[in-house]
């Protein structure tokens, strides 16, 4: 039996017990799968291992393909050849590390499809148990990088990286804007009001921020900014009602004061103040001259127009430039060639749109598609200067738009006013 729109894939033996028995044991596989993800120290991740038992688990239990998400896997079938294609132009990297690093690539394309796949079977519920799962993952991480740096608890050499926390990831970089979608569903809830435990939500909400502070990395602070700024614009506007607007408006000054105090008691520590005030400034030594981070960028670009095939996955840097340059849709056309750059931008502007057109249109499901658009909008965006082409959140972002865009018409039992 299949879901309106939907084709079954794989069916359980032995019966409906059987199928409930398996659909249950998918639904905590995926909880595991999804907490999993801040932990990322090495490739494959065990984000990546829980996957592979979740997908195998979800075959056997009949999962559902919907026809809202085909476009995705097209996507995903013409992105492969291409980035294997590339994988043989390498001429100073081992072969092994740059298959390595496209079949990352192509298995991570494949978890955005599967969650976009298991979001449209019922939105609601199943963003709920993402982002429950999601939140406490990020907890977790934000907690133990904001103790690691403040020096309540031991492992420097582990958690943290250039002074600066990150957790159990390999960049501060990373740590930052893998909090921020957690971070945007704890403020939305905040905002509309529709959840209990508002306290609980403003601290798990304070303990995101202190992380993603603690990362001290530029671009999570304006991700951060830029999709808190972005969900409350569209909460305000698409689904507050006036007394929910004069709620929005005093919970907004209430949490910056509280967000400002937090700030001030961890700038009165002197190395966090000192390391603040080198990170905010505008531009850094390494980011100025031909050879700095947007010079890089030129060069780089010029190198992708004379290299249709590509370059070969993390070729630049044995080249003129050693540093990466640090643009995603530049090292895409390096490390997948033309056709298979192409396609990822195809996947970003068609996610975009696809998201930007549901917002536009009344919908239960509106509420669960405002803190993951608010969330993906900025991220594209700080792809321009950051390598985010193997972030596990940034394709498990772009699945959610797909899954909740596929289902938008679709009401779930008590959908109404439900956030994610």
């Not at 092994?96 to 298995?107: N, R, S």
């Not at 531009?283 to 127009?305: H, K, M, N, P, W």
Request: with cysteine.
């Amino acid at each position: 039996m299949t879901a309106t729109g939907g084709a079954t894939v794989g069916r359980a033996s032995g019966g409906p017990w059987m199928a409930a028995r398996a659909a249950t044991l998918l639904r905590v596989m995926i909880g595991l799968w999804i907490f999993s993800g801040f932990f990322v120290l090495i490739e494959p991740a065990p984000y990546e291992l829980l996957f592979l038992a979740v997908l195998g688990l979800a075959i056997f239990a009949g999962f559902r393909v919907y026809p809202g998400t085909l476009p995705l896997l097209g996507m995903f079938v013409c992105f492969v050849p291409f980035a294997l294609i590339a994988v043989f132009q390498v001429r100073y990297n081992d072969l092994d590390t740059t298959l390595i690093y496209t079949l990352v690539t192509v298995f991570l394309l494949l978890t955005s499809y599967f969650a976009a796949n298991f979001v449209a079977q019922s939105p609601l519920r199943n963003v709920r148990l993402i982002g429950s799962a999601y939140i406490a993952a990020a907890v977790v991480s934000a907690a133990v990088g904001s103790l690691a740096y403040l020096g309540v608890i031991p492992g420097e050499e582990l958690l943290l990286r250039f002074g600066r926390a990150k957790a159990f990831f390999k960049d501060p970089n990373v740590f930052g804007p893998f909090l921020v979608l957690p971070a945007m569903i704890l403020l939305q809830r905040l905002l509309l009001g529709r959840e209990r435990l508002p306290l609980r939500n403003a601290v798990l909400f304070l303990v995101l921020f202190t992380g993603i502070f603690l990362s001290f990395s530029r671009g999570a602070w304006g991700h951060f900014a830029a999709s808190a700024a972005m969900v409350f614009v569209l909460c305000f506007f698409l689904e507050a009602s006036g007394r929910d607007k004069v709620r929005m408006l005093l919970i907004a000054m209430a949490g910056l004061m509280a967000m400002s105090l937090a700030l001030v008691a961890l700038l009165s520590v002197e190395d966090v103040a000192a390391l603040f005030a080198d990170r905010f400034a505008l531009t850094q030594s390494y980011d100025s001259g031909e050879t700095g981070r947007f010079g890089r960028i030129g060069y780089a670009f010029d190198l992708a127009l004379t290299h249709p095939l590509g370059l070969g996955p993390l070729e630049f840097g044995y080249l003129r430039i050693s540093e990466q340059p640090h643009n995603t849709y530049v090292n895409v056309l390096h490390a997948y060639g033309w056709g298979g750059g192409m396609v990822y931008m195809v996947l970003v502007v068609w996610t975009l749109a696809k998201g930007a057109k549901a917002l536009l249109r009344a919908s239960p499901s509106r509420v669960l598609l405002i803190p993951v658009y608010g969330t993906f909008v900025p991220m594209i965006l700080l792809s321009a200067i950051i390598d985010t082409d193997h972030w596990r959140h940034w394709f498990l972002v772009t699945g959610l738009v797909w899954g909740i865009v596929a289902a938008y018409d679709r009401r779930d039992a008590g959908a109404e006013g439900g956030l994610p």
